[in-house]
């Protein structure tokens, strides 16, 4: 069962007129509430990457970490870090500078030569986030895949039963946003076990707004 779009342009209509005023540009968010998932016995807890349709506009920060062409073209085309072996390394003497980088960084992509080296380095920082990289081949076009992490949102879940994500901004066109909720439910419904039967209420809001529910 798909979520009805109508049913999300209103809600998100409604967050955007109803919510009060900001000085500044509040982004536009999700949240899914969900159930019949006992994480205590095993329930499966969730990590998944989602390319939406659209730029949620913000700013989302992506590490590359390889060598040669790929970290070349990796820094032309607007990499937010490109990390090399030896810089690698160097974050292996430095935990705080490691700890830092896995705070700054939404997505880390790896040439999968190098995830041994990664692994060791900086999985104790990325994996408790969430954020192991995607290993990728040498040959890879960065390029195509930095513009696909332009438009990703990580949605996760660990010890509580809601899953959070930001899919735009206060000033986008509803229609917009929504379409991105929809991908965000449609990811969700992919990927929980008994998909939409899993999903109790599903809500979206401005950053300090309160929550408008989605009629499911």
Same mark, same amino acid.
């Given at each position: 069962?798909?979520?009805?779009?109508?049913?999300?342009?209103?809600?998100?209509?409604?967050?955007?007129?109803?919510?009060?005023?900001?000085?500044?540009?509040?982004? !536009?968010?999700?949240?899914?509430?969900?159930? #019949?998932?006992? &994480?205590?016995?095993? @329930? +499966?807890?969730?990590?998944?990457?989602?390319?939406?349709?659209?730029?949620?506009?913000?700013?989302?920060?992506?590490?590359?970490?390889?060598?040669?062409?790929?970290?070349?073209?990796?820094?032309?085309?607007?990499?937010?870090?490109?990390?090399?072996?030896?810089?690698?390394?160097?974050?292996?003497?430095?935990?705080?500078?490691?700890?830092?980088?896995?705070?700054?960084?939404?997505?880390?992509?790896?040439?999968?030569?190098? !995830?041994?080296?990664?692994?060791?380095?900086? #999985?104790?920082? &990325?994996?408790?986030? @969430? +954020?192991?990289?995607?290993?990728?081949?040498?040959?890879?076009?960065?390029?195509?895949?930095?513009?696909?992490?332009?438009?990703?949102?990580?949605?996760?879940?660990?010890?509580?039963?809601?899953?959070?994500?930001?899919?735009?901004?206060?000033?986008?066109?509803?229609?917009?946003?929504?379409?991105?909720?929809?991908?965000?439910?449609?990811?969700?419904?992919?990927?929980?076990?008994?998909?939409?039967?899993?999903?109790?209420?599903?809500?979206?809001?401005?950053?300090?707004?309160?929550?408008?529910?989605?009629?499911?």
């Amino acid at each position: 069962m798909s979520l009805k779009l109508d049913n999300i342009v209103s809600a998100v209509s409604e967050a955007q007129t109803q919510s009060k005023k900001r000085k500044f540009e509040e982004a !536009m968010e999700v949240i899914v509430n969900l159930k #019949g998932i006992d &994480l205590k016995k095993g @329930g +499966k807890q969730l990590n998944v990457d989602v390319t939406l349709p659209h730029s949620t506009g913000q700013g989302v920060k992506v590490a590359v970490i390889g060598s040669g062409n790929f970290a070349f073209n990796a820094r032309n085309s607007g990499a937010a870090h490109v990390l090399e072996v030896e810089d690698i390394e160097q974050l292996e003497a430095n935990k705080d500078a490691a700890k830092a980088l896995a705070e700054e960084i939404d997505f880390f992509i790896a040439q999968a030569d190098m !995830m041994p080296l990664v692994g060791r380095v900086l #999985g104790p920082f &990325l994996g408790p986030r @969430g +954020k192991m990289p995607r290993p990728v081949s040498p040959d890879t076009d960065v390029t195509n895949l930095l513009s696909e992490f332009s438009s990703s949102v990580k949605l996760r879940m660990r010890k509580n039963l809601v899953v959070q994500a930001k899919v735009g901004k206060r000033s986008m066109q509803p229609k917009i946003v929504a379409e991105n909720i929809q991908a965000v439910v449609t990811s969700l419904e992919r990927n929980l076990e008994r998909g939409m039967q899993n999903i109790d209420k599903i809500f979206t809001k401005t950053t300090m707004g309160p929550p408008f529910q989605i009629q499911i």
